[in-house]
């Protein structure tokens, strides 16, 4: 079990940008792929971004491709979302995730595939 804690969240003007954070227990990112997922009321949490065990498969939602990257800091244990580009349509309450896996390249894009969540952060885009 790994424990994760967002933070980064806030009201920011469209266009605009902020950094999301998520800070993750142990030691290490081996053995786990990495995602951002969000969502809104009466909706599904969707998937926004992942990153495999290796560092180097980074998959995104199309609605963000472009605009969102997804990153880490092995030395903090710390995945990062910068979103740049901000529009209302991305106001959610946003997750961080991680999958525990064998495979050093699968990101999966499914929630059920993750097994340890954040509390979640709230991201507002105001026009």
């Known amino acids: 079990q790994v424990q994760l804690v967002e933070s980064g969240g806030g009201l920011v003007q469209a266009g605009g940008s902020l950094r999301l954070s998520c800070a993750a227990s142990g030691q290490t990112f081996t053995g786990y792929a990495t995602a951002w997922f969000r969502q809104t009321p009466g909706k599904e949490r969707e998937f926004v971004a992942g990153?495999?065990?290796?560092?180097?498969?980074?998959p995104y939602a199309d609605s963000v491709k472009g605009r969102f990257t997804i990153s880490r800091d092995a030395a903090t244990l710390t995945v990062f979302l910068q979103m740049n580009s901000l529009k209302p349509e991305d106001t959610a309450v946003y997750y961080c995730?991680?999958?525990?896996?064998?495979?050093?390249?699968?990101?999966?894009?499914?929630?059920?595939?993750?097994?340890?969540w954040g509390q979640g952060t709230q991201v507002t885009v105001s026009s």
């Open positions: 995730a991680a999958a525990h896996t064998t495979d050093r390249y699968s990101v999966p894009r499914v929630k059920s595939n993750y097994g340890d």
């Open positions: 990153l495999s065990w290796s560092g180097d498969i980074g």
